[in-house]
């Protein structure tokens, strides 16, 4: 099952981290919370990831690139799990970049996402959603 994570918008309420980098990519302790949403996920076995673009959606394309190699540091477990990153995710996760327009809203994001996702059941979350929600939990009550 997908994850998407739409991270087009402007952020003004942080406006002064969001002049040079979209909401997602501000930082908490040494990680942009992109990173700790998609780790979140990956605890509960979720590595596709479909991320919906828009508001300097650049940086985020550069912190996913191949040349940005960043140390994954400590598991969800607390223990240290030596693999690295490859620009902002680990190789056995599956990441799509999807540009989803400057100005274009969450419905329209969404839509835009339709050819990326199929016919297929996804969760979706927004870029500056950090939580320590029981991800599987979640999905089995969304089911019930």
Same mark, same amino acid.
């Given at each position: 099952?997908?994850?998407?994570?739409?991270?087009?918008?402007?952020?003004?309420?942080?406006?002064?981290?969001?002049?040079?980098?979209?909401?997602?990519?501000?930082?908490?302790? /040494?990680?942009?919370?992109?990173?700790?949403? !998609?780790?979140?996920?990956?605890?509960?076995?979720?590595? #596709?990831? =479909?991320?919906? +673009?828009?508001?300097?959606?650049?940086?985020?394309?550069?912190?996913?690139?191949?040349?940005?190699?960043?140390?994954?540091?400590?598991?969800?477990?607390?223990?240290?799990?030596?693999?690295?990153?490859?620009?902002?995710?680990?190789?056995?996760? /599956?990441?799509?970049?999807?540009?989803?327009? !400057?100005?274009?809203?969450?419905?329209?994001?969404?839509? #835009?996402? =339709?050819?990326? +996702?199929?016919?297929?059941?996804?969760?979706?979350?927004?870029?500056?959603?950090?939580?320590?929600?029981?991800?599987?939990?979640?999905?089995?009550?969304?089911?019930?």
């Amino acid at each position: 099952m997908k994850v998407v994570i739409l991270a087009g918008g402007a952020g003004r309420r942080l406006l002064e981290e969001t002049e040079v980098k979209p909401k997602p990519m501000v930082a908490i302790g /040494e990680r942009p919370i992109l990173w700790h949403i !998609m780790k979140h996920y990956a605890h509960y076995g979720f590595t #596709r990831f =479909a991320i919906a +673009l828009g508001y300097k959606g650049e940086v985020i394309r550069q912190y996913m690139s191949k040349e940005n190699e960043i140390d994954a540091g400590p598991g969800a477990d607390g223990t240290d799990n030596n693999d690295r990153l490859q620009g902002g995710a680990p190789p056995d996760w /599956e990441v799509e970049l999807v540009d989803t327009g !400057m100005t274009t809203q969450t419905g329209g994001r969404i839509k #835009r996402l =339709a050819p990326h +996702l199929g016919n297929a059941a996804f969760m979706l979350t927004w870029g500056d959603a950090v939580s320590d929600v029981d991800i599987l939990k979640l999905l089995e009550f969304h089911r019930s």
